[in-house]
């Protein structure tokens, strides 16, 4: 069964910091993770997706990273700014889920970027 | 861009009060899902949908939950008899390959 899980739960930094939140998960046979921002009482913003066959993907500022073989993936934010600040969600799904390929998350990082 | 659309933004009900959220996915999309976030708590998948029919549902969806594509473009989740532990953000998402796109979700609060 997969598990999910966040490393830090919480993190704040000051502004223009570059910074790396942490994902791992349990079964390495997954077919894609997801991350997610979420602000505070809001709804999930896909930020990245990677598939198992890639290593890393990228989008402005951000930067994740696929290790499958140690259950693992980082968020890289580049020089945060105060409107960074939110929850950061990782989410797996698995290979063995079917055709529905539900995603399995984990608690997510808060991290806040003080001015 | 096309988006998830979820409404109402938050309700408020009665304890044994039924509710129906309603959720509008992207067009082109064939999979969709419900997931629910109990606060302070991990988002845990609640159902998925594909060709018409439930292909997969948690435990936490029993009885008292059920879901309907009515009309080819809402995807309406309805719980019959809520309970206090009922509420949660309920989020709905669509996708048509690979990634999934989430509504802004539905605050429910069971009094």
């Known amino acids: 069964k997969q598990e999910v899980t966040q490393i830090p739960a919480a993190l704040s930094v000051p502004e223009g910091e570059n910074l790396v939140l942490n994902c791992s998960f349990t079964?390495?046979?997954?077919?894609?993770l997801q991350w997610f921002r979420q602000d505070p009482g809001k709804g999930l913003t896909s930020l990245l997706l990677i598939q198992s066959s890639q290593r890393e993907q990228t989008s402005g500022r951000l930067n994740a990273s696929l290790d499958k073989s140690s259950g693992r993936s980082t968020l890289y934010i580049a020089a945060s700014q105060p409107g960074d600040s939110a929850t950061y969600l990782c989410?797996?799904?698995?290979?063995?889920?079917?055709?529905?390929?539900?995603?399995?998350w984990g608690l997510g990082t808060s991290l806040a970027v003080n001015p | 861009e096309p988006e998830v659309t979820q409404t109402p933004s938050h309700q408020v009900t009665q304890m044994g009060q039924e509710v129906i959220l309603r959720c509008v996915p992207i067009s082109n999309h064939l999979y969709f899902y419900w997931y629910r976030q109990i606060l302070g708590q991990k988002v845990e998948f609640l159902v998925s949908f594909y060709n018409n029919e439930i292909s997969e549902k948690s435990e936490i969806f029993d009885d008292q939950f059920s879901v309907e594509r009515p009309d080819g473009s809402n995807f309406t989740l309805k719980i019959r008899s809520t309970k206090l532990e009922d509420s949660a953000m309920y989020f709905c998402a669509s996708k048509q390959n690979t990634e999934a796109f989430f509504g802004q979700g539905t605050r429910l609060t069971v009094v």
């Open positions: 079964d390495s046979a997954i077919y894609n």
């Open positions: 989410a797996a799904v698995s290979l063995n889920a079917g055709n529905n390929r539900k995603l399995i």
